[in-house]
């Protein structure tokens, strides 16, 4: 294979981001020693609006389409995204050539006074703007007060640390990738809240016709992880795909074979339902619609409802 001599990242700016895109770098300048590796920071529409709830504004694609934009233009070579953040459709000319190892896929409770969800009294503020972390908050501790809260890693502490909240909700991926483990007070359970489809894993992005570089960044991919990631957004897709609903969808690879939990649920938490059921990885898209379709049966009207028109 002809190895370019430079490749440039695609890369939302935010202080997380830019560490993935430097891992990224670090990883390909490590494999291939002698390639250059530029980082082209980006604003992204997700970044830009920040006063409004994303579900409210469009969702996922917000953080994606100016970086696929560089990735059309012949501006950057790949784009590194949280999987979290990738639409579950692949627009049309992108492909992703690589899902890397999974960082910790859980959400974490940070708090200054309290060290679980349990401990929380009654009318407890929490922060969070993930309907996902809020349905399944209310289902299981209907006493506690969700606010909204958005803005990076860093705000969104600050925003705690101003004393706006009690306590926060975030991805542990994301606080232990930037050196913030230590404020974790609890790891939550998938019992407690079960993660979003792709959280914790890294994709990387390329235009669908750039075999060259589909086989230089092929070493990245972490099989495991890809298995479980397909098996999340496979469900995720079924039911509809965007995050106008609370949707989880987590799966865990036990030497090839996935177990696939889900669900979805009405945003005030009155109403959750939950699914399963394990395959091979070599089936994992399967595996996902099936338990999308066990939770399409399971929902009662209400949820299909809120599927129908969110
Ligand atoms: N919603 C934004 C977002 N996208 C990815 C992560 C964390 C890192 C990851 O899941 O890979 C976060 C922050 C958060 O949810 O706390």
């Known amino acids: 294979m002809q190895l370019p001599e430079q490749l440039v990242i695609a890369t939302r700016e935010s202080p ?11 990883w390909l300048t490590a494999r291939y020693p002698g390639l250059k590796v530029e980082l082209l920071g980006m604003t992204t529409q997700g970044d830009r609006i920040l006063d409004v709830t994303l579900n409210k504004i469009g969702g996922k694609g917000l953080f994606v389409k100016e970086l696929e934009q560089a990735l059309a233009d012949g501006r950057a070579d790949l784009a590194v995204h949280s999987m979290k953040d990738v639409p579950m459709v692949m627009p049309d000319g992108f492909a992703l050539a690589a899902i890397g190892e999974r960082e910790d896929p859980r959400d974490a409770l940070v708090s200054n006074r309290y060290a679980t969800l349990a401990e929380l009294p009654a009318g407890a503020v929490v922060g969070t703007s993930s309907l996902r972390r809020e349905a399944q908050l209310r289902a299981r501790f209907p006493h506690l007060t969700v606010k909204p809260l958005r803005g990076n890693v860093g705000t969104r502490l600050a925003k705690l640390d101003a004393g706006d909240y009690d306590a926060i909700l975030l991805a542990s991926a994301g606080l232990k990738r930037l050196g913030l483990g230590g404020r974790i007070r609890a790891e939550l359970s998938p019992e407690d809240s079960l993660p979003a489809p792709g959280q ?4 990387l992005e390329i235009r669908a016709d750039r075999a060259d570089l589909a086989a230089l960044l092929a070493p990245f991919d972490h099989p ?10 496979a469900l995720s897709r079924r039911m509809g795909g965007s995050c106008q609903i609370p949707l989880a969808a987590y799966a865990e690879d036990d030497d090839g074979f996935l177990r696939l939990r889900g669900c979805v649920g009405l945003p005030d938490g009155s109403h959750i339902v939950h699914g399963e059921a394990n395959g091979t990885r070599a089936a994992a898209e399967g595996l996902g619609q099936t338990v999308a379709e066990l939770l399409l049966t399971a929902s009662g009207g209400d949820i299909l409802e809120a599927l129908a028109h969110p």
Do not use: F, N, S
């Open 224 to 233: 495991a992880t890809t298995a479980a990631v397909t098996a999340e957004r």
């Open 200 to 203: 914790g894993a890294l994709g």
């Open 16 to 26: 997380l981001a830019l560490w993935q895109a430097e891992h990224v770098r670090a």
